[in-house]
């Protein structure tokens, strides 16, 4: 029995997300085995993947989003293995650099990809593949590698116990570099591609064939292909007659600028959540090593909980609750741990409630949210730019040593992650418009009709987040500058509403 098309489109969205559990379990292996010294400058390589961002750009358009992610791959293995048979500290760092390299396309590339092969009605549970994933890799590295049973206790003392730990890391890399290529092809990347050619063999047709073979069981006459082909090609002709895209446009036009800058805040914000600080720096918040691991340990079944839960609600709640409601609890657990840590110093852990609600919440939407927001045409450059956000990560705790609030004095430390998570709760009920359920060629519509203060608004509100894939089945599309969808306007036995048919 043949899978259902959104089982096999999920199933290639989670095998090209399998970059995130090799993010995921570096930062696990290195916040272990990074001594305090050393620990801020090994882990800052991974700024890196920063630089990694804007040639991802270039080769995604160009190339395709498949072999790009296989570059990527190719380039992390390689700084794998300079950190596994490392002799010293500068082959080491070396091994750093590429791997931040190669971490950066993948992590970009990925969501970006889960994007453009989604049904509307489960966008939101490929693209928060990308940290689920992660959360795999930080749970192998905390039981498998660092903790009781691994090789902190069976190989301690030898050079295998490191080595070991940093060669693991490798191994998900290798069925990504050897299979991505048999994957479909993102059928959006096709039609840009084929814009300009509409041969016999041209990347438009292509991009047909990409679509039945995801959505159609290869069935290029399937009107929700039909459909889905005739909405793309009208965005792609609206797009040549304003050119190619640039860099510059992203700046200049408005709409483009307003979305550059929500997928940017809230790459920055994620990290001014705390997180960087209790995933990098844990081993400096006067607790034993011992009961770190504990911390961390258990932190990685929470965490892989709250991003399961994630994939499975996130497109029945929409985008603007979950990250309201996560960054406000998580702040709010701050408020609580501060609290608690100035009256029983050393006693109280409250990473626990923080992290369920940034792993059910916050860290998956920040790569669904910018993943989707952006036309094709700039896609590949407006979120390699927005996904250089999280370069803050590396710059934490030397922030906070420059200021004078160390992260050892644990409740100063909380007061500032505090006040963060709710200025970024109060900001993204403000400012980011709801995007559930749309489809990709109609977001240049909604950034520009939508007001910028969106609460009181249609584009705050979750509709039904099957409207839009329903509208392409019957043939029709909703206009752009139309904000609702709900049941009640879209009748799946009548078809009924404001819809515009597709010849």
């Known amino acids: 029995m043949p899978l259902s098309p959104k089982v096999y489109t999920w199933l290639c969205g989670l095998f090209a997300s399998l970059g995130s559990i090799i993010f995921g379990y570096d930062l696990g292996v290195i916040a272990g085995w990074a001594n305090a010294n050393l620990q801020g400058l090994v882990v800052s390589i991974l700024g890196a993947l920063f630089f990694g961002m804007i040639p991802v750009a270039y080769a995604a358009?160009?190339?395709?989003?498949?072999?790009?992610?296989?570059?990527?791959?190719?380039?992390?293995?390689?700084?794998?293995?300079?950190?596994?048979?490392?002799?010293?500290?500068?082959?080491?760092?070396?091994?750093?650099?590429?791997?931040?390299?190669?971490?950066?396309?993948?992590?970009?590339?990925?969501?970006?990809?889960?994007?453009?092969?989604?049904?509307?009605?489960?966008?939101?549970?490929?693209?928060?593949?990308?940290?689920?994933?992660?959360?795999?890799?930080?749970?192998v590295a905390s039981w498998i590698v660092r903790d009781t049973f691994g090789c902190s206790a069976g190989l301690s003392g030898q050079a295998a116990e490191w080595r070991?730990?940093?060669?693991?890391?490798?191994?998900?890399?290798?069925?990504?570099?050897?299979?991505?290529?048999?994957?479909?092809?993102?059928?959006?990347?096709?039609?840009?591609?084929?814009?300009?050619?509409?041969?016999?063999?041209?990347?438009?047709?292509?991009?047909?064939?990409?679509?039945?073979?995801?959505?159609?069981?290869?069935?290029?006459?399937?009107?929700?292909?039909?459909?889905?082909?005739?909405?793309?090609?009208?965005?792609?002709?609206?797009?040549?007659?304003?050119?190619?895209?640039?860099?510059?446009?992203?700046?200049?036009?408005?709409?483009?600028?307003?979305?550059?800058?929500?997928?940017?805040?809230?790459?920055?914000?994620?990290?001014m959540t705390g997180v960087s600080a209790i995933q990098y720096y844990s081993t400096t918040m006067g607790f034993s090593s011992t009961r770190i691991l504990l911390f961390q340990s258990i932190n990685s079944i929470i965490a892989l909980i709250g991003e399961a839960a994630c994939v499975i609600w996130i497109d029945a709640t929409g985008r603007r609750i979950p990250m309201i409601?996560?960054?406000?609890?998580?702040?709010?657990?701050?408020?609580?741990?501060?609290?608690?840590?100035?009256?029983?110093?050393?006693?109280?852990?409250?990473?626990?409630?923080?992290?369920?609600?940034?792993?059910?919440?916050?860290g998956p939407l920040s790569w669904a949210y910018p993943a989707e927001i952006y036309s094709t045409r700039t896609r590949a450059k407006a979120t390699a730019i927005t996904s250089s956000g999280s370069f803050i990560a590396q710059v934490t705790s030397p922030a906070f040593l420059h200021i004078g609030w160390n992260l050892n004095a644990n409740y100063s430390s909380d007061l500032v992650f505090a006040i963060c998570g709710h200025t970024n709760a109060l900001f993204i009920w403000a400012f980011y418009p709801e995007t559930t359920g749309r489809r990709l060629e109609e977001m240049d519509a909604l950034f520009e009709n939508a007001p910028l203060f969106v609460p009181g608004t249609p584009y705050a509100k979750v509709g039904d987040h099957r409207a839009a894939e329903r509208e392409l089945r019957q043939g029709t599309i909703r206009p752009g500058d139309l904000t609702e969808r709900t049941p009640h306007t879209h009748d799946e036995e009548d078809g009924k509403g404001s819809t515009e048919k597709i010849e």
């Open 61 to 139: 358009d160009l190339l395709g989003r498949r072999v790009t992610i296989q570059i990527g791959a190719g380039i992390y293995i390689l700084g794998g293995a300079l950190q596994t048979g490392a002799q010293n500290m500068s082959m080491m760092l070396a091994g750093r650099f590429f791997a931040g390299f190669g971490i950066g396309i993948m992590s970009d590339l990925a969501p970006l990809y889960q994007a453009e092969i989604a049904h509307p009605s489960i966008r939101g549970r490929l693209t928060t593949l990308q940290q689920f994933m992660l959360g795999i890799g930080a749970f």
């Open 164 to 271: 070991v730990p940093l060669g693991i890391q490798i191994i998900p890399a290798l069925p990504l570099i050897s299979f991505i290529l048999l994957l479909p092809e993102s059928p959006r990347w096709l039609a840009e591609k084929g814009r300009m050619d509409e041969g016999k063999f041209s990347p438009l047709l292509q991009a047909q064939a990409t679509l039945a073979r995801l959505h159609a069981h290869g069935d290029i006459n399937d009107p929700f292909v039909v459909a889905q082909m005739k909405d793309i090609q009208a965005d792609i002709s609206k797009s040549k007659e304003i050119g190619e895209a640039s860099w510059s446009e992203l700046f200049t036009v408005p709409s483009n600028f307003r979305r550059l800058s929500l997928g940017y805040i809230l790459q920055f914000s994620v990290q």
């Open 325 to 362: 409601v996560g960054n406000f609890v998580s702040g709010m657990s701050f408020v609580v741990g501060a609290i608690l840590m100035a009256r029983w110093p050393g006693t109280v852990n409250n990473t626990w409630v923080f992290n369920f609600f940034f792993s059910a919440c916050i």
